[in-house]
T-cell receptor
Framework: KQEVTQIPAALSVPEGENLVLNCSFT??????LQWFRQDPGKGLTSLLL?????REQTSGRLNASLDKSSGRSTLYIAASQPGDSATYLC???????????FGQGTTLQVKP | GAGVSQSPSNKVTEKGKDVELRCDPI?????LYWYRQSLGQGLEFLIY????????KSGLPSDRFSAERTGGSVSTLTIQRTQQEDSAVYLC????????????FGPGTRLLVL
């Protein structure tokens, strides 16, 4: 059974800092991995999707890496802004159905 | 284009009543997923539909939960004889296909069982 752990559970940083969110998963037989953000009371917004054959994906100030063999992914946020404050969720996808198994998330606060 | 929509956005019901939650996926998306987000359990998979294939119901917590997808588009999640532990946000997602495609989520239905 896939288990996903995200560290840290919460993070508070001043504006402008670069930061790294960590995700580990127990079953390396994944098809892909998605990173999402969730704002309070809202649904999930997809940030990045990494296929199992890829090592990283970039979108603007975000960079996600994937080390499938060791069961790890990281989300790097450059030059953080107050608007980045949200909960970030990591979700590896299973091979044939794509169903996602979610971590508990990292709640980020970026202070002006 | 339009994203995934869900209705109602909020639902309050009494214990023992049945509820229906609706999901309209993005047009052309063949895969549809239901997830549940609760304080104690986090975000968990419930059920998956892909085209005309048999759905993957492995995440449904009990036989009080069922879902259908009509015409390969709209889906309805039904909870019979609701219990207080069913209180959660029910999220629907769709994707172009299974496996490697990005899943796009709707805003969710917040269910409160009194």
């Amino acid at each position: 059974k896939q288990e996903v752990t995200q560290i840290p559970a919460a993070l508070s940083v001043p504006e402008g800092e670069n930061l790294v969110l960590n995700c580990s998963f127990t079953d390396s037989a994944i098809y892909n991995l998605q990173w999402f953000r969730q704002d309070p009371g809202k649904g999930l917004t997809s940030l990045l999707l990494i296929q199992s054959s890829q090592r990283e994906q970039t979108s603007g100030r975000l960079n996600a890496s994937l080390d499938k063999s060791s069961g790890r992914s990281t989300l790097y946020i450059a030059a953080s802004q107050p608007g980045d404050s949200a909960t970030y969720l990591c979700a590896p996808g299973s091979s044939n159905t794509g169903k996602l198994i979610f971590g508990q998330g990292t709640t980020l606060q970026v202070k002006p | 284009g339009a994203g995934v929509s869900q209705s109602p956005s909020n639902k309050v019901t009494e214990k023992g009543k049945d509820v229906e939650l609706r999901c309209d996926p993005i047009s052309g998306h063949t895969a549809l997923y239901w997830y549940r987000q609760s304080l104690g359990q986090g975000l968990e998979f419930l059920i998956y539909f892909q085209g005309n294939s048999a759905p993957d119901k492995s995440g449904l917590p009990s036989d009080r939960f069922s879902a259908e997808r009509t015409g390969g588009s709209v889906s309805t999640l039904t909870i019979q004889r609701t219990q207080q532990e069913d209180s959660a946000v029910y999220l629907c997602a769709s994707s172009l296909g299974a496996g490697g495609a990005t899943q796009y989520f709707g805003p969710g239905t917040r269910l409160l069982v009194l």
